[in-house]
């Protein structure tokens, strides 16, 4: 796993990563911390990159194929850094995503697998759960199925829709799919009817596969987070692409334009953003670690629930009309929930974020250096004296980005010791 973070004000980008990396195998899980996560994205102009979770693309390391990218395309500048992740794609595509036809089919397969499990181990679950409480017959048992597998199919899609279709697969078909992914969705109706499924499904099944890998929600892959700036941009700016995979000559990737990215400007003079395992810093940031705020409103949430039937209650004790009762009953408590939320977000925001982030904005490069170092070194301590696994780890690198000078390594594990005798190296 990762921890890195990207803090930005008028003067510089600065970039700060981990170099833990997770390696799962059929013995079990290591950790090796030697992983590189920033990288210069160009020989000429100020722009940088870091990444998360998944280390390589369709087999191949990110580190190879920055460096390629970076040889070839390295001389060429864009007006904006969007423009330079666009570029980036384009070279994905143009080395044919560094992937031959069967590791394309081989991606869509484990995708196949993977939909196939959320389905799967949902219906068991909930198909034993009923089965514990009730004594079904065997055609209780067959529609109990079919609506499990339906109900879940449906949910998984409602939420691929949701979250909107990857740019390349907007006029992606059906029939596209059943022709490329045809012996993969063969194997889905194979190991559909090998687990007692209703062999009449098939067309919900692949249906439901359609949607979600179009979608923009289920991703396994990597966050690539670009950094700098372009030829036409006073102050840097950042932005996160998600990319997983491709299939049939079409990558899986989108753009996060929310809370992953963020420009400088004359109305916004300082951002910190935190990717990958990011509960440690936005508990320094925000006063309150992400899973205490969700459990928090979650509380109030049942709590506004159990008031409102004690409240049903002390109406029927006291014979209160039975039209007065159901308008309790229907009163919606969802605008006091969200004041509840509205007013903890106002206060975290006046309390915590806007002090850091006037604090930023003053910053010279040094002090963002060392906040951005110490932002994850943070993360690293909680996970070495938590009961957690030490996923963020070993030695942290740092890099710079300014107008003028480029993107300057400023802590590189790799350069560190070389650097009192050649100072060019920050430069590399």
């Known amino acids: 796993m990762t921890a890195i973070v990207g803090i930005l004000n008028k003067r510089a980008a600065v970039m700060a990563a981990d170099s833990a990396v997770t390696v799962n195998s059929d013995s079990g899980t290591k950790i090796y911390n030697t992983a590189t996560k920033i990288f210069r994205l160009s020989k000429k102009h100020p722009v940088g990159v870091m990444i998360f979770d998944s280390a390589g693309f369709m087999g191949t390391p990110w580190d190879v194929i920055f460096k390629l990218y970076r040889d070839r395309k390295g001389d060429q500048g864009f007006n904006t850094l969007e423009e330079y992740a666009r570029n980036f794609l384009h070279f994905l595509e143009a080395e044919d995503y560094f992937s031959s036809p069967r590791s394309q089919e081989k991606y869509l397969t484990k995708e196949v697998s993977a939909y196939y499990h959320k389905v799967k181990d949902y219906v068991i679950e909930k198909f034993e ?188 004790e006291a014979g209160c009309t039975k039209k007065a009762m159901k308008k309790v009953e229907e009163t919606d408590l969802s605008d006091i929930q969200n004041n509840y939320e509205e007013s903890m977000d106002q206060f975290i925001q006046d309390e915590f974020i806007d002090g850091i982030v006037d604090a930023v904005n003053s910053f010279n490069i040094e002090d963002m250096v060392n906040m951005a170092e110490s932002l994850v070194s943070v993360t690293n301590l909680q996970r070495h004296i938590s009961s957690s696994e030490e996923s963020v780890g070993g030695p942290i ?32």
Not at 171 to 176: E, G, R, S, W
Not at 236 to 249: C, E, K, M, N, Q
Not at 298 to 308: N, P, R
Not at 399 to 422: C, N, Y
Request: proline residues 3%; glycine residues 6%.
């Open 397 to 428: 690198d740092v890099a710079v980005i300014t107008r003028s000078e480029g993107f300057m390594w400023v802590k590189h594990k790799h350069w560190m010791p070389r650097l009192q005798d050649d100072q060019s190296l920050l430069l590399e």
């Open 129 to 316: 759960e009923q089965l514990d409480e009730n004594d079904l017959t065997e055609e209780e048992q067959d529609k109990l199925v079919r609506k499990l597998i339906v109900g879940r199919i449906g949910a998984i899609t409602e939420g691929a829709k949701d979250h909107g279709v990857s740019p390349e697969f907007e006029d992606y078909t059906l029939a596209h799919l059943r022709s490329f992914g045809k012996d993969c969705l063969d194997s889905l109706a194979e190991v559909c009817e090998e687990a007692g499924f209703p062999v009449d499904f098939r067309d919900t099944w692949e249906e439901g596969f359609f949607e979600y890998i179009r979608s923009q929600l289920y991703f396994s892959g990597t966050g690539i987070v670009f950094a700098g700036y372009g030829s036409k941009d006073i102050y840097p700016s950042i932005l996160t692409v998600y990319i997983s995979g491709a299939f049939d000559r079409r990558m899986r990737y989108y753009f996060s334009y929310d809370d992953d990215s963020d420009k400088i400007d004359n109305d916004n003079s300082a951002t910190i953003i935190p990717f990958a395992q990011v509960d440690v810093m936005l508990t320094l940031m925000k006063g309150i670690h992400p899973g205490l705020r969700r459990y928090v409103e979650s509380k109030h949430a049942d709590s506004l629930t159990k008031a409102k039937e004690k409240m049903l209650e002390a109406m029927k």
